[in-house]
Nanobody, 113 residues
Framework: QVQLVESGGGLVRPGGSLRLSCAAS????????IVWIRQAPGKGVEWVST???????VYEDSVQGRFTVSRDNGKNMLYLQMNALKPEDSALYYC???????RGPGTLVNVSS
């Protein structure tokens, strides 16, 4: 069955970096559009980035230039490299397959001094 599992979150100081991973199973990541989304405490879900099946990427304005999404087709993995992190980036981050809206349990990112 389709599964996605995020990892790599943690506590980081402002200006720091984290790399989130998304392990997919039950489908090929190269064949589907995948989004990274996040939800901060008490707030709604926010779209962060998309990597489509062709490998093209697009980013939400506030993360453009700081975040980079990539994938490893051989490992069936996706990654979100996050640099120059800000406190407002703190949230539970999810990877989600667009078709069927399959989502993992999320990984928590806390940017704080």
């Amino acid at each position: 069955q389709v599964q996605l599992v995020e990892s790599g979150g943690g506590l980081v100081r402002p200006g720091g970096s984290l790399r989130l991973s998304c392990a997919a199973s039950g489908f090929a990541v190269s064949a589907y559009d995948i989004v990274w989304i996040r939800q901060a405490p008490g707030k709604g879900v926010e779209w962060v980035s998309t990597i489509n099946a062709a490998g093209a990427t697009v980013y939400e304005d506030s993360v453009q230039g700081r975040f980079t999404v990539s994938r490893d087709n051989g490992k069936n993995m996706l990654y979100l490299q996050m640099n120059a992190l800000k406190p407002e980036d703190s949230a539970l981050y999810y990877c989600q397959r667009v078709v069927g809206a399959f989502r993992g349990p999320g990984t928590l990112v806390n940017v704080s001094s």
